[in-house]
């Protein structure tokens, strides 16, 4: 099974307040939706089994767009995480996330241990 797991649930300070509008920098677009980052990431990977993205700033307006913008058949294949603590352990926890959406039970008693010792090592917990 191939999987694709991305984060996208950062604030983006700078460039929020350089546009002056509270949306995710993933999918913002000018003119066309389809010119997004996400979008682009997402296409890459239409064939893979299971797309995994993680989001937290302004999450609502990211499944809004993953909603109106991708096909069925691609919304099928995602998997939309919500990171609740976005703003205080970054992307390292939304990472972790991922993965425990996407390990099942068995490899998380083998790797769980070993993801909270390198979250540790990196002050992210």
């Known amino acids: 099974m191939k999987i694709f797991l991305t984060t996208v649930a950062g604030c983006s300070t700078r460039f929020t307040q350089s546009i002056n509008k509270k949306i995710p920098k993933s999918i913002y677009y000018k003119n066309v939706p389809q010119s997004t980052l996400l979008y682009r990431m ?3 990977v239409s064939n893979y089994d299971k797309i995994v993205i ?3 700033y302004c999450c609502n307006l990211l499944e809004e767009y993953i909603n ?3 096909s069925s058949k691609i919304k099928d294949k995602i998997c939309l995480v919500y990171n609740d603590k976005f703003d205080l352990y970054g992307s390292g926890w ?3 996330k991922g993965l425990v959406l996407v390990l099942d039970q068995k490899l998380m008693k083998y790797c769980l241990p070993k993801v909270i ?3 540790v090592k ?3 917990v």
Do not use: H
Request: aromatic share 16%.
């Open 42 to 44: 997402v296409n890459t």
């Open 117 to 119: 010792y390198i979250l």
């Open 94 to 96: 939304s990472l972790f």
């Open 122 to 124: 990196a002050n992210l």
């Open 54 to 56: 993680v989001g937290g």
């Open 68 to 70: 109106q913008v991708f």
